[in-house]
């Protein structure tokens, strides 16, 4: 019988894509249904574009959203008009932030140059007329230098750090940043980079892992956390475990 050595923490990637399902990936249809079905957090991509914070993930239309070209060549109204395949279309950051409220953690990623300013000035916002707390929120990124210019700006909420592959630095990268947790790939992970993240002190979130036999692995080699496509997957084993 397949079990992890410990629980992990359960992160839906993108809001969640289930594929063959009704929703589709970052948007509130998905949120929704994957807080229902009882992850500890959902993880959103975010791009700036015509001074507008839009949840997507590609850099291109034509995958998730109908046409063709760059999102940054189109005007944000024009995306928000576009209807997925699922019927829903791009969320604004502060629908998702007015969305989700209280309930789970938020991992706020941004995607593409210039978003810092705007995607901190936008939660500022809505901590302030929502009464709320930043400790439910996270930011991560692969540009380093925008998790920088968010600690500057707002140091309270808690940056996690996005790599591809193994920095020669290992997760010392993490310290000028003042990282909570630390974000590797699945694809390189290897024992030495989560040793060396745990004594950091930080937390190691992998993404993206689907499958039931990586989540063993991970779990096995002190992962904290995953961001994975299908919750309900990991949701059973940690329900499992706890049994
Ligand atoms: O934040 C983890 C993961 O979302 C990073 O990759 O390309 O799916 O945004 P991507
Ligand atoms: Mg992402």
Known sequence: MVSLSHPLYCIAHRGGRRKGSHSSENTLKAFAESIAL??????????????QLLVTHDRRLGK??????????????????????CGSQIPTLMEVLE??????????????????????KTLQQYVHDS???????????????QLFQLKQILPQVRRGVLIEGIPLTYARCCEPLEAYSFHPNVD????????DAKQRGLKVWVY???DIDDFCHLSAMGVDGVFTDYPERLLKLNKDLRW
């Not at 009882?38 to 001074?51: F, K, L, N, P, S």
């Not at 009464?131 to 230098?145: K, N, P």
């Not at 390189?188 to 040793?195: E, M, P």
């Open 38 to 51: 009882g992850v500890d957090a959902i993880e959103v991509d975010v791009w700036q574009v015509g001074g």
């Open 64 to 85: 998730t959203l109908p046409g063709k070209g760059r999102l940054m060549d189109h005007t944000p109204s024009y995306l928000r008009n576009l209807e997925m395949e």
């Open 99 to 120: 969305s989700i409220g209280e309930q789970v953690t938020l991992n706020i990623e941004l995607k593409g140059p210039g978003c810092a300013q705007l995607v901190a």
């Open 131 to 145: 009464s709320g707390t930043y400790e439910q929120y996270l930011f991560s990124s692969f540009d380093h230098h």
């Open 188 to 195: 390189f992970i290897n024992q030495a980079l989560v040793d």
């Open 208 to 210: 993206t892992v689907n």
